[in-house]
Structures are given as C-alpha cells and as structure tokens.
C-alpha cells in the first residue's frame, strides 16, 4: 500500500503509526510516551468507526505513505525527535485532506502532541 | 469447509426443510463464501408461528426493556464493527470505507430505536364531551417482515427491525440470497442477547420464500427493498392479502450542475454518488444534467477524476470503487452501455471489460461516462445499478427541472450550485423524495424517513424516523365515561 487515497487508508495508516510507536517508546522504555500513543491509537480507531458517512466519501489524492516512513530503529533522543517529526508532519499534511470535521479534529491533536515532543 | 447457513427461528439455529442451496460468492474473487438454503414454505410457516407465539408476551414487556435489548445489541455490533465490514466487503464486493459507512448507518438505526422509549406515545384529550374523555394509545400489531436486497446487506435490515421489535412487535428477515452472511451476524450478534424466543426469526430463500411470507395470514406488515417492477409486485401482493406495506424501488438519479457551480468540489461529490458503492445504489447519481455553458467544462473535470479512481477488491483500503455484484450484473451493465452507445451516445470513458491485477475473475466494471445523451435514450430513462454516469445538456434550469421530472423514478435528485435561488426552486418543484443541494447522496439519516416517489416508492409511509413509528404501530381509539 503506497497511496493514502481514503479515508480508511489515512486513519489505517494513522492506527498502524501510533501502534508502530507505541511498541518504539515501550523498547524505549518510554512508558508516559507509550501510554500516548496508544492512547491515540484507540481514538483513531474510534473516529474510524464513528465517522465514516457515504453522504461525504470523496477520494483523496496527494498523500503517500512513502512519505511518512518511521525510523524506528534509533531510540536515541535525536532519533525520538525525529520520529516524532515525521508523526507530527504526517497529521499535519493529512488533516486538511479529510472533510469530516471529528477526524480533522483527531488528526490536528496528534499533530500538535507530536509536534511538542519533536520540540521538547 | 463452506459453511452452510440456517434458518434462526425460535431462538435456534435450524436447518431448512429442504436440503436445496445456492452458493454465495465473493465477487471479487469468485470464492464460494457460503451455502444459503433456498427455504420452503414450510420454513416460512415455522418462522412465522414462532415469531406470532412470542408476540403476546414481547408486546407486555415494558419498553423500556425492549429498548435495553437494543442498547446491548448496539454494543455488541460496535465491538464488532470491523468484522461486519469485512463480511460486508467480502459478499457484496464494496470497498471498507463504504462498508464502514454502511455499518454506521446501520448502528444509527439501532440509536433511534434505543430513544424510542421518549416518542412513542399516544395522546388524550379530556372532556371531549362532558365527563367523556378520548385517547389514542399506540400499540404494536404483530409478526412484521423485511424483504431486503444486497446492496445494502447490513443496514438495510437494520432499518426496521430495530424499531419494529422495540415498538413491540415480532419480527422475521429474509435477506438476500446473493448476500445473507451479513443477516446471519446480525443475527448472531441478535441470538447473545437472549431475548424471549421467537422475537426474531431468519429465513434465507428467495422469490418463493418472499411470496410465501407475503402471504402468510400471520403477517402483518413488509418492508421491502429491491426493483421496482419487485416493488410494485410487492405491493400489490401485500394489498390483497391485506398487510401493511412499504415498498421501495429503483431509481434513475439525476443531479444538476448550474454554470455558477464550484467544478473542483461538486465533481469530487459527484464522484462519490455516481461510482460509489460501484454505483449499486437506490441513491447513486446516474445522470448529470450540465446546464448552459459549464457542459464541456464539467465533462473533462468528470473524466479527469472518474478516470483516476482506482478499481479493486474492496478488502484493500486504497480501492475506491469495488465490484458490481456478480458476473451476470457486469454482463447486464456492458450490455446497457453498449445500447446507449448504439442509441448515439459516446463513451468518453468506457468501463467494459474492466480487469484487475491479481482478480481475473472478478466482477468488475470501470467508472463510465456517456457523453452526448439524450434524455430518450434507454441510459438516461432506465436503471442500470451500476457505475455508469450519463450526460444530458440542458439549456438552462427550467429545462433541466424538465428532463428531471419527466423521469418516472423519484427516488432522488441534486443540485450543484452556489445559486440560493436557484436551490430553492429545485427543492420546491423537482419530484423526487430526497434532495441534494451541493449533496450528491442525499441519504436520509435514521431520524429522517427515507423519502422516493413515483415508481421509486410504493406504500404511504416510508422507512426509518416518525413514518417507521407510525408503521409499526396503530391507534387505538378509546373514548370513556366513568359514572
């Protein structure tokens, strides 16, 4: 899957990221860190599940996950800090994208948390 | 090993009285997912009595509890969510995002049977005569029925029993035989509730079943969703043997395009009406009426983004437009197009013989456009349910209201403009039961019924929101003096 093309890949994709660093913080001993992100990763999959409505389903051009990849092999500060950089500009890209205003909302919170741990 | 489906009736799971079957198949990848049985009309007799034996008792439950049964089932359905996607993607060959949808909608349902509890009333007057006061007290009727098609596998069964059953009645479904393995978990989900038995019943089968059931003299009531030449069938079938009926049928959509419309956004929405759900839907947008000078324009935006969607199995989350349900639906939709064309239309972009990497066999059908149709030709007069969008050019509004109601559908119809004026007229005068404004589907929410005229609705009252209440339950008129 290279595309984020709807509304499902963007939040499927969002849900595999905060898995992916959750387990990256957790091997990290980042416990707080870790809490987060799955914390975020439940909410996505409630926005998920609550708001998809065929009245609005409209396709999606423009995103790549490609993009996005994580590095999640340096658990060093400078590689946290990056990791969460790329989190952040992947929200920060896709909120725009989508036209349901819960997911936008879901979507510019993760971005401002993982904008303020690349910034701590 | 397939697994074989059963009847649900009673309160367990029953093998047919026939050893008959139809296979169910995966449209996309031609796997059989199940064996349905066809039923009998011994089936539908058992199903029926189990369903008339629990009504006295399920009607003197407090409705309270009726409406907890239905709090609990949407719990159960929401912690399965992604499962019911995946069945629903799986039989009838839609994308996840659009089973998504479908499954919300169905749980919106369930959410209006759930506050059902603060509608449902009757009303009084005191003293309509003096020392004489007059009620209406609303009351449930009895063994209620769905007769429901596949494009919609999980919602649309949820669009009435939810509500029959907390009003009081019985209930029986009989899904589609092409798609019933969404019935069979909902009524899974149904049988961890341990409601009284009988309350809900299952029957598969198909057209024999559906008269059987039609006409069974413990049936009081059928919804039904499907065709319309089904439709009025039903109808009239349910009419002479005295039952209450709502009958929904076809459509042929129409949507609007005013010069003064925003083209970038209204196409993107046009997009998701016309070849969403592989245009296999009583509300897709199957003829785009271009008014004035915005037809050229409009056409090249429509090709630029129709041929951009990407066509695959709905399973894979970057497909945006699946299957149409079977082989013998993609040859009858070719065979449409190709008519069109012979009538004189130009396929600008040509759907048939559309093939997927990696599913050979799968029932696909490409995003199609027919430029240059007339409103005469067979693609802009009859339903194709599929993802075939034609072109009609109107000279201007008035024309365009015209070529709308000339239709003999009304199922729905939209407009696409930044005209205040102009979305106020077609509101007012377009013949249809649900309108667009800057809306390609306009898709009546639970709380609304679900509108359609003409040949798209057979019946009074509609389904979901104030109609569903009135549906499933009468008045009863008491008129009393104490001495």
Redesign the interface.
């Known amino acids: ?9 963007i939040m ?1 994709f969002a849900i595999e990221m905060e898995t992916q660093i959750r387990d990256y913080y957790q091997s990290a001993g980042e416990a707080a860190r870790a809490a987060d992100a799955d914390k975020r990763r439940l909410n996505f999959e409630r926005v ?12 999606i ?1 423009g995103l790549s996950e490609t993009d996005y990849a994580l590095n999640l092999s340096d658990t060093s500060a400078a590689g946290q800090k990056a990791v969460e950089a790329t989190a952040a500009r992947f929200y920060t890209d896709t909120a725009p994208k989508i036209n349901v205003r819960e997911a936008q909302r879901a979507l510019e919170r993760a971005a401002k948390q993982h904008l303020q741990n690349a910034e701590a | 090993m397939v697994q074989k489906l059963q009847h649900y009736i009673g309160g367990a799971w029953v093998s047919s009285t026939s050893d008959q079957m139809t296979s169910v198949i995966n449209p996309a990848t031609c796997d059989v997912l199940a064996e349905v049985p066809v039923g009998t009309r011994e089936d539908v007799d058992a199903a029926v009595n189990a369903a008339a034996a629990a009504f006295p008792e399920w009607r003197s439950t407090p409705i309270l509890s009726r409406a907890q049964y239905m709090y609990r089932y949407k719990t159960l359905v929401e912690e399965r969510f992604e499962d019911f996607v995946r069945v629903v993607v799986e039989e009838n060959g839609k994308t996840r995002d659009e089973a998504r949808g479908e499954v919300r909608r169905g749980i919106e349902s369930i959410d209006f049977a759930i506050g059902l509890p603060n509608i449902a009333h009757g009303y009084k007057v005191e003293d309509i005569s003096s020392g004489i006061d007059e009620t209406a007290e609303r009351q449930p009727l009895g063994v209620f029925t769905a007769i429901t098609p596949f494009n919609f596998p999980m919602m649309v069964p949820l669009w009435f029993l939810p509500t029959a059953i907390v009003l009081g009645n019985t209930y029986v479904l009989k899904p589609s035989p092409q798609t019933p393995i969404s019935a069979q978990l909902l009524y899974e989900v149904l049988d961890e509730l341990d409601m009284p038995e009988g309350v809900v019943n299952l029957l598969h089968g198909g057209v024999d079943v559906s008269m059987a059931v039609m006409e069974h003299p413990k049936v009081v009531g059928v919804s039904f969703v499907g065709s319309s030449p089904v439709a009025k069938i039903v109808y009239e079938t349910c009419g002479k043997h005295g039952k209450r009926v709502q009958a929904q049928g076809g459509a042929k959509n129409h949507i609007v395009v005013m010069p003064d419309a925003d083209l970038s956004v209204s196409v993107k929405n046009i997009m998701g009406s016309s070849y969403g759900c592989a245009g296999q839907r009583c509300l897709a947008g199957s003829v785009v009426v271009a008014v004035g000078d915005i037809y050229e324009p409009l056409r090249d935006e429509l090709v630029k983004q129709a041929s951009a969607l990407r066509v695959g199995y709905g399973l894979e989350e970057t497909t945006q437009m699946g299957t149409v349900i079977s082989h013998a639906a993609r040859e009858r939709i070719e065979k449409m197009i190709s008519a069109g064309v012979a009538e004189g239309a130009t396929p600008v972009l040509d759907g048939r013989n559309k093939s997927v990497e990696g599913f050979p066999e799968g029932s696909f059908v490409g995003p199609t456009i027919l430029d240059g149709v007339t409103a005469n030709m067979s693609v802009a007069r009859d339903e194709i349910f599929g993802p075939v969008m034609s072109i009609i050019r109107a000279a201007d509004f008035d024309e365009a209201v015209d070529i709308l109601n000339s239709s003999r559908y009304g199922n729905s119809a939209s407009i696409f403009t930044s005209s205040g004026k102009y979305a106020r007229e077609f509101k007012y005068r377009v013949d249809a039961g649900n309108i667009g404004v800057n809306i390609g589907v306009a898709a009546a929410t639970a709380s609304f019924p679900f509108g359609g005229k003409k040949d798209s609705f057979f019946g009074d009252l509609h389904g979901q929101g104030p109609d569903a209440l009135e549906f499933f339950t009468d008045r009863k008129i008491v008129i009393e003096r104490w001495f």
């Not at chain 1, 899957?1 to 890949?9: C, P």
């Open positions: 899957m290279t595309s984020l093309n709807t509304f499902g890949a499927t998920r599940r609550e708001n998809v409505t065929e009245i609005k389903l409209e396709p051009d």
